[in-house]
């Protein structure tokens, strides 16, 4: 079993054999095609639904994440790869698009990390990078039905306008 502590601080591989350095180092295209990037890039503390090798985080294991700067500077390194993945860019505590992409605009598997990203980004501490993806999100999309879920995930009542 992978220590994903160790996988986080870029010391041990995942399952796969892949450091963290080395997923971060992929081609955009590599990281959209591969299915379980998300999952260990932005660990949950329950299993994934459409990915039963994602690892789940522990109580001991989220605490570490919520105090270890270099977990919490990996991660964000992490919310800003993919994000450039996307055409998107944080910095200043702001989500902007760089790129003009189609690949996230449209309802699709994309959309599933989106929520992922948000609520492994509020449970692990990075709670203003999660807003600041939630507030871009809502400007771009808006009305979808998706947004319910993007503000649960980021702690705000499904409703909250």
């Avoid at 890039?41 to 090798?53: G, H, M, W, Y």
């Avoid at 994440?65 to 390194?77: A, G």
């Avoid at 939630?134 to 909250?160: C, E, Q």
Wanted: proline share 3%; charged share 20%.
């Amino acid at each position: 079993m992978v220590d994903l502590i160790s996988f986080y601080l870029n010391e041990s591989p995942d399952r796969l054999g892949r450091t963290l350095a080395e997923i971060w180092a992929m081609s955009d295209q590599q990281l959209l095609e591969s299915r379980d990037v998300t999952g260990w890039l932005f660990p949950l503390a329950e299993r994934s639904v459409t990915n039963a090798a994602a690892p789940v985080l522990s109580e001991k294991q989220l605490a570490c994440f919520r105090e270890d700067r270099r977990l919490q500077r990996n991660l964000l390194q992490s919310f800003q790869r993919l994000m450039q993945v996307f055409g998107l860019l944080y910095t200043h505590g702001e989500v902007q698009q760089i790129a003009h992409l189609e690949i996230w605009m449209n309802l699709n598997h994309n959309w599933l990390r989106f929520t992922r990203i948000l609520r492994s980004l509020t449970l692990l501490g990075l709670h203003d990078e999660a807003l600041a993806f939630y507030r871009f999100l809502d400007r771009k999309i808006g009305n979808a039905h998706s947004m319910s879920y993007w503000r649960t995930a980021v702690g705000l009542p499904p409703n909250f306008v």
